[in-house]
């Protein structure tokens, strides 16, 4: 029985890396702090380890742990640098030190990143392709960018067994932070669709996010390789945004005309510096990402990893509808 620890454990992604792993058998040890929600964590074999990666207590690690995946991150477009960097780069940095001293046999160390880090707005991104600089103006893929070089001069100079695994945009079950507040809108009738809504996005579940760590815990030609996570089709904000109104019965979304979407953007983050707005409705981050398409290459992790993303995009987002229906109900 190999052995995993998983950062993060208690968020929406870590939560499905957990459920995979104990399907392939393995024994879980859960990272979660004292505060931590850990209700999608009660199931028989996910044990508890507490810890906080961005405070400088010492870190306490299970014992012959074979798989540590660091999925724990600061996951928000409006957060600023100290937090990100904080959480991110020096919360990666600690976990790395207590690895070092308490893992001598670790087999695997999985980053869950960001494709944000090759950019966006372009197609077929990659690394030898890269989009638009979103880390310019988001010091979350700031962060991610540096908590990336830090790992990749672990495992240059003291063979950390690397692999980095950069999800693009994760939405499904589970995911109150993106779908639970694309849901709420959508209850709200609230404008959600610049233009036309024909922008496309590569989304991909957590689920699959999950089976790509899989595949990169115990592909032996995944070490020291960064691989691309992402959907096998782009899909429109129209089309997505259009079934989750369907699926909860409420009319189609409104859209906002892009110069309208601009400016309320342009003065809402202007307000931000002024005054306590800790989540403004629209960001440039977000219009500029409703408002340009981005699709990444996956050849590499197809070809390499062994990863294949599913390809029915209607079950996905039916599956993300039902989980919302579910918890808003549970929720009364």
């Known amino acids: ?85 904080e959480m991110i780069v020096e919360g990666t940095r600690r ?19 960001t494709a944000l880090v090759l950019g966006y707005g372009s197609e077929q991104i990659s690394e030898r392709r890269p989009g638009r600089r979103s880390a310019l103006f988001l010091p979350y893929v700031q962060a991610k960018r540096a908590a990336e070089r830090l790992l990749q001069e672990e495992f240059r100079n003291n063979g950390l067994p690397l692999v980095i695994v950069r999800p693009s945009d994760v939405l499904g079950p589970r995911d109150r932070t993106s779908c639970g507040k694309l849901f709420e809108a959508v209850e709200e009738n609230s404008p959600l669709l610049v233009g036309r809504g024909d922008s ?37 904000w129209s089309r997505v945004l259009g079934s989750f109104a369907r699926g909860l019965g409420c009319p189609s979304p409104r859209a906002m005309p892009a110069f309208a979407a601009f400016w309320a953007a342009l003065v809402l983050e202007a307000a931000r510096l002024y005054l306590p707005i800790s989540e403004p409705p629209v960001t440039f981050y977000r219009f500029r990402r409703a408002s340009t398409s981005s699709s990444y290459d996956t050849t590499d992790t197809a070809r390499d990893l062994g990863f294949v993303p599913d390809s029915d995009v209607d079950a996905k987002l039916t599956a993300t509808v039902e989980w919302y229906r579910t918890c808003r109900i549970s929720d009364r």
Do not use: K
């Open 1 to 85: 029985m190999a052995t995993a620890l998983v950062t993060g454990a208690s968020g929406f992604i870590g939560s499905h890396i957990c459920d995979l792993l104990l399907a392939h058998g393995c024994r879980v040890f859960a990272m979660v702090r004292r505060t931590s929600d850990t209700s999608l964590l009660r199931r028989p074999g996910v044990e508890l380890v507490y810890a906080d990666l961005a405070s400088r207590a010492a870190i306490v690690l299970p014992s012959a742990v074979d798989y540590v995946v660091h999925s724990a991150s600061v996951v928000s477009d409006t957060a600023g640098r100290s937090a990100c960097r």
């Open 95 to 113: 976990l790395v030190s207590a690895v070092r001293t308490q893992c001598p046999n670790l087999a695997r160390f999985v980053f869950v990143s």
């Open 200 to 236: 496309r996005l590569s989304f991909c579940t957590g689920e699959e996010v999950a089976r790509a760590v899989w595949l990169a815990c115990t592909n032996p030609a995944a070490v020291g390789r960064a691989f691309t996570v992402a959907g096998s089709v782009p899909v429109t």
